[in-house]
C-alpha cells in the first residue's frame, strides 16, 4: 500500500501515459479528441468512464494507510 506522496509531476507523467493509451497517441503525433480527461474521470453512475486520476488516487490510499494505523 502507498504511504508516501508522489511528486505532482510523477503522478502527471502516468496520467499522460493513461492517456496516450486509451487515445492511441504517442509524443510525436497530436491528435483530436472528441472527450475531454476531466469528463473520462467521472464516476460511471454520473455518466463518465471511471477513470481515475493519479493525483487524486494517490491521496485516497495515503489516507486509507493512515486510517489503517490509527486504529
Same mark, same amino acid.
Given at each position: 500500500?502507498?504511504?508516501?506522496? %508522489?511528486?505532482?509531476?510523477?503522478?502527471?507523467?502516468?496520467?499522460? *501515459?493513461? /492517456?496516450?493509451? !486509451?487515445?492511441?497517441?504517442?509524443?510525436?503525433?497530436?491528435?483530436?479528441?472528441?472527450?475531454?480527461?476531466?469528463? %473520462?474521470?467521472?464516476?460511471?453512475?454520473?455518466?463518465?468512464?471511471? *477513470?481515475? /486520476?493519479?493525483? !487524486?488516487?494517490?491521496?485516497?490510499?495515503?489516507?486509507?494507510?493512515?486510517?489503517?494505523?490509527?486504529?
Amino acid at each position: 500500500m502507498l504511504t508516501y506522496q %508522489l511528486p505532482k509531476n510523477v503522478c502527471n507523467q502516468l496520467d499522460c *501515459l493513461n /492517456r496516450r493509451f !486509451l487515445w492511441g497517441g504517442s509524443e510525436n503525433k497530436r491528435a483530436l479528441h472528441l472527450v475531454s480527461w476531466e469528463d %473520462l474521470c467521472v464516476p460511471k453512475r454520473m455518466g463518465g468512464l471511471g *477513470l481515475r /486520476r493519479m493525483e !487524486l488516487d494517490n491521496n485516497v490510499l495515503m489516507q486509507k494507510t493512515a486510517w489503517r494505523f490509527s486504529l
